[in-house]
């Protein structure tokens, strides 16, 4: 899979043209707040149908336009090259593959799998369990694209039966929101669970090499609740043991107001050997964590589809030090993949890595190419 041409109208800050991109590495260079990490985003947003860092659609649209905004992308695959559109509006999205609408991201030829790579998930190993989630979500949803259409499915449940909680609704009326929590919870976890021992690997043999002589990195998935044990377990399914779960606990959720069981409370364990990371991982290490983990999801996805995925990084050169970013910049050269990558500073960015890469300045909204001089 290619990428080879993104198109903006209205959205963020980027004006409205047309970008190409090499087919193995496109850096985009320039002051920070230009567009480079917006130009990312729309390209996120091709692939997966969701945005990289808004949490909101009107986040993306141009302030004070009054226009949807429209990103558009050619993209080369062993079927032939496809054209992607997705307009965004202030609470709407619609996505269109070669003019047809599409709703789901497995309806775009299975998925168009992408990983990327951002200074906020440098923080991820310290902060709390969402953020974890969604960095083993997205590798989820790389490998399974209905994985969204069953964690919004999921949420909606989720969010009608917390309310129910809080109005002290009829017990009735609350179980009827369990069964669709347990089945559909029961499908995001295994999902998570199966995708966990496959990049697992990866994430360690990469660890082991950006941080030698740190102890090994270990990951594990933490079921919330004593209730939920994991599927190792015989006897019952995961479902059914949800499903009760749910009930055991109603007594402790009306106190409350919230579902404390599910795969919404559940979290990503990351140590380095014995001790948990997110209390004993300095800086430097916690970011040899993630990049590690990023590092095991593509290779897992070459595995799987039997090519890279795009890979989309923002700025990661300025937060690693100098040697992990040297074994980035090693990595990037010997992958059989597109990249595209941003940075303030050209430095940062080994020319080895780089040779054949299509350079683009960013300023004000627009991406013009334009060659560098390195250094020597």
Known sequence: ??????????????????????????????????????????????????????????????????????????????????????????????????????????????????????????????????????????????????????????????????????????????????????????????????????VSPGAQSAFAEIARGEPPLVVTYLAAGRDSDDLAGGGASLQTRLLEALRRRLPRDRERGYTSVGPHADDLGLSLGERAARLYASQGQSRAVVLAFKIGEIENLRRAQGRAPLLLLDDVSSELDPERNAWLMQYLAALEGQVVLTTTDLKLVAKSAVKEALFQRVAGGRIAPENPLFSE
Do not use: W
């Open 1 to 198: 899979m290619f990428l080879l041409e993104v198109k903006t109208r209205d959205f963020r800050n980027l004006v409205e043209q047309g970008v190409t991109l090499a087919r193995h590495t496109t850096v985009l260079f320039g002051a920070n707040g230009q567009g480079k990490t917006n130009f990312l985003e729309a390209c996120y947003l091709l692939c997966s149908l969701r945005p990289l860092r808004a949490h909101k659609l009107a986040e993306l649209v141009r302030i004070g336009s009054e226009r949807s905004a429209l990103v558009a992308g050619k993209f080369d695959l062993p079927s032939g090259v496809r054209e992607v559109e997705v307009e965004i509006g202030r609470d709407s999205r619609n996505a269109r593959v070669d003019g047809k609408p599409v709703r789901d991201p497995d309806e775009l030829f299975g998925g168009l799998a992408t990983v990327a790579f951002t200074p906020d998930d440098l923080a991820v190993v310290k902060g709390g369990p969402e953020g974890r989630r969604r960095l083993l979500d997205r590798a989820v949803q790389n490998r399974h694209p209905s994985h969204l259409a069953d964690a919004r499915d999921y949420q909606r449940a989720l969010r009608s039966r917390n309310e129910l909680l809080r109005q002290d609704a009829d017990p009735a009326l609350l179980a009827s929101f369990d069964e669709p929590l347990a089945r559909l919870g029961a499908r995001l976890r295994t999902r998570r669970e199966e995708i966990l021992e496959e």
